[in-house]
């Protein structure tokens, strides 16, 4: 792959390319250039929200250096990366064996390219167990904070509590939140279509006009929606209102219709409209952690 991405740096590569006829090379040459650009995008895509991915965008930087040496013509500089690459790849399967092992794992599933009316069932089906739940416990005035990671991941928050990774059901989530059980107190963290966590802590919001009648529940979520962009449901315990915090705004005593319209418009109709847009989402990731840059 790294001779692929040099060679895309050669001005003789696409002096060949703008020069050659309409052929099948041309054709081929396209398919080669799409090919390595998916591969990049979904190892990115399986590293992301892993203490790996920070290990990729060094590796990212070192291929740089190594093609603009190449370019440039400074060889001691190339000869010195490309040992780096070569010994550095053995060593990062050896040190990132899990998540190595989890990336040909989605690759044996054939989990890597979903069909789009599968992806939309299962959160249609995912909403609806959200709503058997907090209309059960809406009712019962049993306290829950739920948050849906989305596009930031929520992996700092899912290690401070204890790990599931569950499937998701109304029946599990009740439990989870009855009260004097061992996980009740904290959050339940979602992600990839899984419970990720339960008992996670969230970071409390210092903001002075929230209102008094607002307790530590309520302050997590809002908090949460401050420095990401997930969705943060809310059972009080008080009152048995239902409330959601998202996108920096806070929605309080929300009837069924109303969180359900939520739901759908930030969890399905969002995710339909991002689709056309994920590739450059991604170069903006990508450029913004190479700054050094933070959500």
């Known amino acids: 792959m790294t001779h692929q991405l040099l060679d895309l740096f050669r001005p003789s590569t696409w002096q060949s390319f703008f020069t050659a006829h309409f052929s099948s090379e041309v054709i081929i040459h396209i398919i080669d250039i799409l090919v390595v650009w998916f591969v990049i995008y979904k190892l990115i895509m399986l590293l992301n929200g892993t203490k790996a991915i920070q290990v990729f965008k060094g590796i990212a930087v070192i291929i740089m250096i190594r093609i603009l040496s190449d370019i440039i013509g400074l060889s001691t500089v190339s000869w010195l990366m ?7 790849a053995i060593a990062a399967i050896v040190i990132f064996q899990p998540e190595v092992r989890r990336g040909l794992e989605h690759l044996g599933r054939g989990s890597i390219i979903k069909s789009s009316k599968k992806r939309e069932h299962g959160k249609e089906r995912f909403i609806t167990q959200l709503d058997e739940a907090i209309a059960y416990m809406s009712k019962r005035k049993i306290g ?3 948050s849906i990671e989305k596009r930031d991941s929520l992996i700092e928050f899912v290690e401070t509590g204890i790990m599931l990774d569950s499937d998701i059901s109304s029946q599990l989530l009740i439990n989870i939140f009855i009260p004097n059980t061992p996980l009740h107190d904290g959050a339940v963290i979602i992600r990839n279509g899984k419970i990720a966590s339960a008992c996670s802590y969230l970071p409390l919001s210092e903001n002075s006009l929230i209102p008094k009648e607002y307790g530590t529940r309520h302050r997590a979520a809002i908090g949460l929606s401050e420095v990401s ?3 943060t449901i809310i059972v009080s ?3 048995g209102d239902v409330s959601i915090a998202y996108s920096n705004k806070f929605l309080p005593h929300l009837k069924k219709e109303e969180y359900i319209d939520i739901l759908n418009r930030e969890l399905i109709q969002e995710d339909d409209e991002s689709k056309s847009g994920v590739i450059n989402q991604f170069f903006e990731d990508l450029v913004k952690g190479f700054r050094g840059g933070k959500k």
């Open 229 to 231: 962009d997930s969705l």
């Open 144 to 146: 829950a904070l739920i």
């Open 82 to 88: 490309n040992q780096v690459i070569t010994y550095g």
């Open 237 to 239: 315990e008080e009152t």
